[in-house]
């Protein structure tokens, strides 16, 4: 069965920004793999490190089984997703466990450091998959086959210089905005700790009004996810692009292939 990895830095972000893609996916038949390389630790005003990391870490396997997709527990903590050779070989570990035929990720340039780092471990991992001699841990075998990478859109749509990104592809998410919503609600413990540190009105609704944005781009969708293809050399033999033929009826391509 075709698979997909979903990797993101914190607990949360899958959800915000590639959710409604993943889960037109497994209405499609793939497997689905879920993982944030950070813990939650700073995401808080009232708990204690330890209690954080347990209820966002629940939060995030919710989240995943509410999807139907794999989970793979966190790394490190927040702000420590550092691109650094003990934090690749986990990283590494794991991709080479899910095996996917496509790998989602954030976008390369996006508000905040973490989730810059987590593009470079992601995609590091995934050029590397076939080495033997890469070290990983826990030790696993190589992954041979091919695999393609896409970059969700960064928060708000706007880049660290608050650049707007448009996307290579839209990718209709309005049949499933509800299950999309209902995934990021479950992130309860981020309500008001991001309406407090980050001005959000209303975490839920921040992230349909982006979603909706995204679609207004599209000039077709009223909800979307928007996507970048990866350059392929060193990750699949030729140029091929499973995402939008898989999701055909729900895509829409803006940049000519």
């Given at each position: 069965m075709?698979?997909v990895?979903a990797?993101?830095?914190h607990?949360?972000d899958?959800?915000?920004v590639?959710s409604g893609?993943?889960l037109?996916l497994?209405?499609h038949?793939?497997?689905?793999?879920?993982m944030?390389?950070a813990?939650?630790?700073?995401?808080?005003e009232?708990?204690?490190?330890?209690?954080i990391?347990?209820?966002r870490?629940?939060?995030?396997r919710?989240a995943?089984?509410s999807?139907g997709?794999?989970?793979?527990?966190?790394?490190?903590?927040?702000?420590?997703?550092?691109?650094e050779k003990e934090t690749?070989?986990?990283?590494a570990?794991?991709?080479?466990?899910a095996?996917?035929d496509?790998?989602?990720?954030q976008s390369?340039?996006?508000?905040?450091?973490?989730?810059q780092n987590?593009?470079r471990?992601g995609?590091s991992?995934?050029f590397?998959r076939?080495?033997?001699?890469m070290?990983?841990n826990?030790p696993?075998p190589?992954v041979g086959?091919d695999?393609?990478?896409?970059?969700?859109q960064?928060?708000?749509?706007?880049?660290m210089?608050?650049?707007?990104?448009?996307?290579?592809?839209?990718i209709?998410i309005?049949?499933?905005?509800?299950?999309?919503k209902a995934?990021l609600?479950?992130?309860?413990?981020?309500?008001?700790w991001?309406?407090?540190?980050q001005?959000?009105?209303?975490y839920v609704?921040?992230?349909t009004?982006?979603a909706k944005?995204?679609?207004?781009l599209?000039?077709r969708?009223?909800f979307a996810?928007g996507w970048r293809?990866?350059?392929?050399i060193g990750f699949?033999?030729t140029?091929?692009?499973p995402l939008?033929e898989?999701?055909r009826n729900?895509?829409f391509?803006s940049v000519?292939?």
């Open positions: 075709p698979t990895f990797l993101a830095s607990p949360d899958i959800e915000f590639m893609t993943l037109l497994k209405q038949g793939w497997d689905l793999h879920y944030n390389i813990n939650g630790s700073l995401g808080t009232e708990y204690s490190r330890e209690d990391i347990r209820i870490t629940e939060e995030a919710k995943a089984a999807a997709a794999v989970f793979h527990e966190p790394l490190v903590d927040d702000y420590c997703v550092f691109y690749l070989a986990k990283v570990s794991v991709y080479r466990q095996a996917p496509i790998l989602l990720l390369p340039n996006d508000y905040m450091e973490d989730h987590a593009v471990l995609i991992a995934a590397c076939g080495m033997p001699n070290p990983v826990p696993v190589p086959k695999v393609v990478l896409y970059h969700a960064p928060h708000s749509n706007r880049d210089l608050r650049q707007l990104v448009r996307p290579d592809f839209y209709d309005s049949g499933v905005m509800e299950q999309k995934m609600a479950l992130h309860e413990s981020q309500k008001n991001l309406d407090v540190s001005g959000m009105d209303s609704n921040s992230m009004e982006s944005e995204t679609g207004k599209s000039g969708f009223e996810e293809r990866h350059n392929h699949s033999k140029e091929t692009d939008t898989v999701l729900f895509c391509v000519p292939r």
